[in-house]
């Protein structure tokens, strides 16, 4: 299904390139609008659910615009930060030659060697996503990969946390970007997923269709001059399984200790597996 | 967006629980249709006319705007048209005027002063195309889809038969006649709105001279979509003008 079309697999994912193609630009400014920045928020939460330690090698798949990677090279930094006070703060007894000789080797790490690997399928959002990079002066520990959440361009068991926020609605494929999540990640790796889902409360159910059904093509039309790649996004929620069957699917990958969270009532869902 | 596939809402109907709403949007009337409730019509007039004023430069806002709020005055210039001889053989045959349908080289080989040389010279002149117009959305009738795509067709040609540039100045005389003509609201609130960004010295030609020129013109004149171009290419333009009921720019300089 591509929203409430039905299409081939291979009609689906051209579609879906060309929806984020044409949206890439604005894409950020569109999440503000349709979400009224909420989804700021959401990300934050996911990223502390996530609670990096520095010295973590993340995977960030359908990355497109590094929201994502940004707020993780931002938490291990302050992480990092908090580790080296303390470290100072343990260190008072020690001589300047010591002190000045430990702040030296700390000093080139004030990532502590945590990376993050940005992998889009869309090119387009790869390249508002290396602009923002540069733009917001991220640098250290970032690197953006062209490539298929189905296929990943990765060696096995490489990476210890797998992300996938917003993207995994888009996959043709769910089960195969599941199995390839599973592979990539090193034995006690986590995977991590952010996604749309589905509202049980049906009052807030009926609000929540009023507004996407009507409001956010809408703004798709008014900001980004595209109504359909808006009418998809609103549609293709709707299709996308909700938590306790995407719950199933991770369950069916190999993960264990399968678990999700609900964000404004189910609105949004946060996912979380571990590869043991 | 234009070269996007059309997609075909068939498959709504087969989902259950959806309001209303959804059901009548399964069916799309021509290329390029988007069935909107009257809710989302609302708020695309209401988005589509803060974002036309925030930046100029989105036409397709003031397209938009045109689309959703022209339903009533869409139906008069359609009905204008019906009665008259020539409107009734253009919403027969359906002319389009683009690229592709005009030989541009036969236009260009006509007379100084006649209709088809001076068009060309006018879209040579401000370096436009009559292929830049948007296809319409939003309109629910397939009849009045046509008319306003006949209606922004012919927009070029009103600026050439009323002798205007297509600077800010120029568009906004323009639009002062076309809302006289048409009654579409998006002339009337471009007529009103859009010289808030012009200099002191050209609101003051526009207010003294120009607007009362084109109010004159747009009531004198016979409804503009009742002529049929594509076959006045050879009349000269002063006769066009005198026919419509015209009366050729005021000098001004600015």
């Given amino acids: 299904h591509f929203g409430f079309q039905t299409v081939t697999e291979a009609e689906r994912r051209e579609k879906i390139y060309q929806v984020f193609e ?45 929201d994502i990677a940004f707020r993780f090279l931002n938490y291990v930094r302050s992480v990092r930060e908090g580790q080296l006070r303390r470290k100072l703060r343990q260190q008072q007894n020690l001589s300047w030659q010591e002190i000045s000789e430990s702040y030296q080797e700390d ?21 508002v996503g290396k602009e923002k990079a540069r733009h917001l002066g991220y640098s250290e520990g970032l690197s953006w990969v062209l490539g298929n959440a189905e296929e990943l361009p990765f060696d096995d068991e490489k990476f210890d946390v797998y992300t996938i926020a917003f993207g995994i609605r888009n996959v043709t494929r769910i089960d195969l970007a599941l199995q390839e999540a599973y592979r990539v990640l090193k034995p006690g790796g986590r995977f991590l997923c952010l996604e749309f ?12 269709d009023l507004y996407s059904f009507q409001v956010i093509p809408v703004l798709g039309e008014v900001i980004a001059g595209d109504w359909r790649s808006y009418q998809y996004l609103v549609e293709s929620i709707r299709c996308f399984p909700p938590q306790e069957e995407l719950k199933a699917m991770i369950e069916d990958a190999g993960f264990f200790k399968v678990d999700y969270q609900n964000l404004n009532s189910g609105i949004v869902a946060i996912h979380s597996g571990f590869k043991l | 967006p234009a070269g996007r596939a059309s997609l075909s809402r068939t498959e709504l109907r087969a989902r259950d629980g959806r309001s209303g709403e959804e059901e009548e949007m399964s069916f799309q009337l021509y290329p390029g249709h988007i069935p909107t409730s009257p809710l989302q019509k609302a708020l695309l007039a209401a988005g589509s006319a803060v974002m036309a004023l925030y930046d100029p430069y989105r036409h397709d806002m003031v397209a938009v705007l045109g689309e959703t709020t022209g339903c009533l005055a869409l139906r008069s210039l359609r009905d204008k048209m019906k009665h008259h001889p020539e409107g009734y053989r253009i919403l027969q045959e359906r002319p389009r005027i683009r690229l592709s349908t005009l030989d541009m080289a036969r236009l260009q080989g006509l007379p100084d002063g006649s209709l088809g040389r001076e068009y060309v010279r006018f879209l040579e002149h401000n370096k436009v195309s ?125």
């Fill in chain 1, 22 to 66: 044409s949206v890439a630009k604005k894409y950020d400014v569109m999440n503000d609008s349709m979400t009224l920045g909420i989804h700021r928020i959401w990300k934050d939460i996911f990223v502390r659910k996530m609670n990096p330690c520095p010295g973590t090698l993340l995977l960030d798949v359908a990355g497109g615009t590094g």
């Fill in chain 1, 107 to 127: 000093n080139l790490k004030s990532l502590g060697d945590s990376q993050v690997v940005v992998c889009d399928i869309n090119r387009e959002m790869l390249k």
């Fill in chain 1, 197 to 208: 889902s589905h509202v049980s409360n049906p009052v807030l159910s009926r609000l929540y």
């Fill in chain 2, 130 to 254: 009559p292929d830049t117009r948007i296809p319409p959305k939003f309109v629910d009738d397939e009849e009045l889809a046509y008319v306003i795509q006949r209606y922004r067709e012919v927009h070029d040609l009103m600026h050439t038969l009323l002798g205007m540039p297509t600077n800010m100045l120029g568009e906004v005389v323009v639009k002062w006649f076309e809302a006289v003509q048409t009654g579409l609201p998006m002339c009337v609130l471009g007529a009103a709105f859009g010289p808030v960004r012009l200099s002191a010295r050209k609101l003051q030609v526009l207010a003294t001279q120009l607007v009362p020129w084109a109010i004159q013109n747009g009531r004198n004149a016979s409804c503009i979509l009742n002529v049929y171009y594509e076959q006045r290419w050879e009349q000269p333009v002063k006769s066009l003008r005198e026919e419509i009921g015209i009366l050729p720019p005021p000098d001004v300089r600015v």
